[in-house]
DNA sequence: GTGAAAGCGCTAACAT
DNA sequence: ATGTTAGCGCTTTCAC
């Protein structure tokens, strides 16, 4: 079966390529006559442009990377709706590509990407992300980045974030004020800024609350819901356990709660539990979970808004700008007690 | 900054391009001199070959199109995974589209995608989707397409499917042996092969326990969480309200729960559940959610080696094979009493 | 308003 | 083993 060029539509029409080409593409030096001709057969035949001979030309691909940990995760999934909202307006196609928390792959992914194949990325680090040396050959090429959420350092362009400090404050507030003493903070990561933001949080809240702060205090997991079981079951085990836990991240909620389900530890009586998370069945689990809960979408959709902006005017490389969209915290039965009605909180 | 290219190189060297192209791919008629040569260079001035130039010429890009109706949706996020480990393995790139259950947008990306931008296809169909002239357009191009889940009837080529007739009768038997007398049926579309296959299996179980059944025992709901938990909010308030739900959709446990508690119906105790799911959070709902277990990741991981094989061959158009991989019936307390241990079904 | 011609960067016949 | 040449399908000067 053969495709259907601009060459064959020019010889069926009697026109040159170029004449066809300009018509296909509204130009304004092509008669109304003609460009109804062309689109005419362009129709009839069945005519599809050729993305990649456009591309090598125009170098410009109409196609933008996402760069991400996970999909399986309800921040992220979140996150492509809004991204994935944009770039179908705009016509944009958009390469989906997983690091799975790998830095290795991560390194790989972005190697993969700085060969014209993309004309934007948008980003969030993997958690095992230490060095940056990837990143900064990526925009050395000129090539666009925003990152949202799990942005990069030193890297100067756009960024996407949430209130991370002031969110991860108020949770831990939020925690004392319902009577805990020892919180442990459980992170994925040491090196992420935004892990590091929400610590800061939390030890700020800590001491203006005159509660003592130990390294121990810190509980990092790694991306195997085994060992991270594991580590928590040792963590609740302990005669001196914990009375909160403030989890910076979404999928140590369900980790938590199922080793609180085996050691028989009920919450909120004997442990209370913030997550920052956007499980849609965080007020549906036993007990409902007090969330932080992230603008996913908006930060998605914002970050493909600025990269659109930012190829449309063709801008070689993006001005230094840090979009902060609140987060919101939705107070539920694992902190309070039974009876009490949820509350939303603006941070 | 200038890009580096074949051109350059071959400069550089004082080769010809095509001996410095047939060197970076390795070939056999260029000596081992010159490739190491060649190679040194390319990796000094850090080369990376433009993929558009190379597809164009070669009629092949390396990538693949997923269609799916969502990626906030634990089956689709997981099966995603499942491809993405294959692509990731194959040196393949994967574009996601989303459908949003939308007929109109699944026919504008299937149109999208025709003009040679991928090598093939991994699709799984919006809900509203009924006619299929589209997707005959695709095939007809040689596309290689391979359907997953939500299959689309009457294109020979291949599938990887779950046993859901299978499932759903097991389901269905599984409410009655609870003690269910009138069971309703929640789908999100009349037309889905699969929603098909999973109503037949329910309805073969009621006949075989001579439940009687009438049309007014399926409930279709939409895209829309607002109407859909009105809906459920109008069958659950009727005094002759169904003893027994079997969700073939994972999101409608969101609204069941919500209703469920917005009506101080207890579950399992008024009312007993069974949802096809892949949520994580199942066992940790208030009550453990007694759910149909999908082997997402498998189903993306086999359709994606189907797709990828059949690449490898050339072949033109998939063989008419379709994989089936079964279902697990996870039962917990949203349909026995509490206290009753955890079982696993295989089906 | 239309056409001729060059070239994006790469690959694959076909020489040598 | 290396080089010459043509061309993938499209866009874009530049000429008429």
């Known amino acids: 079966m053969q495709t259907v060029t601009i060459k064959i539509l020019a010889e069926k029409l009697k026109l040159s390529r170029s004449t066809v080409s300009k018509a296909l593409s509204d130009s304004h030096e092509i008669s109304q006559d003609t460009k109804n001709r ?10 599809a442009p050729n ?3 456009s591309s090598l030309r125009k170098k410009s691909s109409k196609t933008i990377a996402v760069v991400i940990p996970e999909v399986a995760d309800s921040f992220f999934a979140q996150a492509i709706n809004g991204i994935e909202a944009v770039a ?5 196609h958009v390469l989906i590509y997983l690091t799975h928390e790998s830095f290795l792959r991560e390194k790989a992914i972005v ?10 990325v948008l980003m969030s680090l993997s958690s095992e992300t230490t060095s940056f040396a990837h990143l900064h050959a990526l925009a050395k090429k000129g090539l666009p980045i925003v990152f949202f959420d799990r942005v990069c350092p030193g890297i100067p362009t756009a960024t996407v974030t949430t209130n991370d400090y002031a969110a991860s404050y108020r949770a831990t507030q939020h925690l004392i004020d319902c009577g805990c003493k020892k919180i442990v903070f459980l992170a994925i990561s040491k090196s992420l800024l935004i892990t590091g933001e929400r610590l800061r949080g939390y030890q700020q809240a800590l001491t203006d609350n005159a509660l003592p702060f130990t390294p121990a205090d810190i509980l990092v997991c790694k991306n195997d819901m085994a060992h991270n079981n594991s580590l928590i079951t040792k963590l609740l085990a302990k005669p001196n356990r914990p009375d909160g836990l403030l989890s910076s991240v979404e999928k140590l909620a ?27 069945t965080a007020p549906l689990l036993q007990p409902p979970l007090t969330t932080v809960t992230q603008p996913a979408f908006a930060m998605g959709n914002t970050a493909a808004t600025i990269l659109f902006k930012a190829l449309k005017k063709g801008t070689i490389g993006l001005k230094n700008d840090s979009e902060v969209i609140p987060s919101i915290m939705m107070v539920r039965n694992s902190t309070e007690a039974i009876g009490t009605p949820f509350t939303e909180v603006a941070l």
Request: charged letters at 15%.
């Open 254 to 280: 369900t980790s938590i709660y199922t080793v609180c389900n085996q050691l028989h530890l009920s919450i909120p009586g004997q442990l209370k539990v913030v997550c920052f998370s956007n499980l849609q």
């Open 88 to 92: 179908q307006d705009k016509g944009y």
């Open 51 to 53: 993305p990649y001979a």
């Open 38 to 47: 062309v689109l005419a057969m362009a129709a009839k035949l069945d005519y």
């Open 111 to 120: 190697k993969d990407i700085q060969n014209g194949r993309i004309d934007g």
